[in-house]
Structures are given as C-alpha cells and as structure tokens.
C-alpha cells in the first residue's frame, strides 16, 4: 500500500515537474546584461541621495525619552558578548540573547520615526 502511493506521488511529480531546462538564446542572454547594467545604474543615482529613514532614526535614538530603551540594548549587548566570551559557552543550556530588548527599543524608534518620515517622502 505504502509503495503503490508512493508510486502515486512520484508520477504526479514527474508531471508538474519540467525535467529539462530551456537554453536561453544569445539575444536573450544580452537583453539580460543590458537590464542589469540599467539597474545598476539606478543603484548609483540613488546612492547619492540620503535616505530620510537613517536620519530620522538617528535623530530619534537622540531624544531622551529613547535614551533608556537605548541604554539597555547596549548593556544586553555588552553583557551577552562578554558571555560569548567565556569558555564553555557552546554547552551553556540557557544562552541569553537581547531580542527582547532590541524589539522595545525598535517599537519606541518606529513610532518616534513614523509620524515624520511620511511627511519626508515624495
């Protein structure tokens, strides 16, 4: 019975699965080159203008009212590398980590961010 659906499920594969690439031609090849050329392109123009977000985040992890979500990311940072540090780290059965620290700080600068950031797009 085992085998039969086996079987079964390995014909149903075979049918949906294509089992032979199709070769690209040159003039598709080239059309391919001329597009990722084009793209990197835009890469570089954009590259020259600052993006808002990265401002704004930083203004923001400045303000008081962020210093303390801030302030504790760093030491779960600091405390967690120095941890790593220390022999027999690997067979530790609890290794603390500071996702939950990072998710606080992330919330408060998102909703400091937010409100001023939609104002900077076009």
Same mark, same amino acid.
């Given at each position: 019975?085992f085998?039969? =659906?086996?079987e079964?499920? !390995? #014909?149903v594969?075979e049918?949906f699965?294509?089992? =032979?690439a199709?070769?690209e031609?040159?003039e598709?090849?080239a059309?391919e *080159? *001329?597009d /990722? *050329? @084009?793209?990197? @392109? #835009? @890469?570089? !123009? ?8 990265d401002?704004l985040?930083?203004? +923001? ?5 962020? &210093?303390p %979500? =801030?302030?504790? %990311?760093a030491? +779960? =940072?600091?405390r967690v590398? &120095?941890?790593? #540090? *220390?022999?027999? %780290?690997e067979? &530790? /059965? %609890? &290794?603390?980590? +500071?996702v939950?620290e990072?998710f606080?700080l992330q919330?408060?600068l998102? @909703?400091?961010?937010a409100?001023?950031?939609f104002?900077?797009?076009?």
């Amino acid at each position: 019975m085992f085998k039969f =659906v086996q079987e079964a499920l !390995e #014909e149903v594969a075979e049918a949906f699965v294509p089992t =032979v690439a199709r070769a690209e031609s040159e003039e598709e090849e080239a059309e391919e *080159e *001329e597009d /990722d *050329e @084009d793209e990197e @392109d #835009e @890469d570089e !123009e954009e590259e020259g203008s600052a993006d808002p977000l990265d401002k704004l985040r930083e203004e +923001c992890s400045n303000k008081a009212e962020l &210093k303390p %979500y =801030v302030h504790h %990311y760093a030491e +779960c =940072v600091e405390r967690v590398t &120095k941890e790593m #540090e *220390e022999e027999g %780290y690997e067979n &530790k /059965d %609890y &290794k603390e980590d +500071c996702v939950e620290e990072f998710f606080h700080l992330q919330h408060h600068l998102n @909703d400091c961010v937010a409100p001023r950031l939609f104002y900077k797009l076009k």
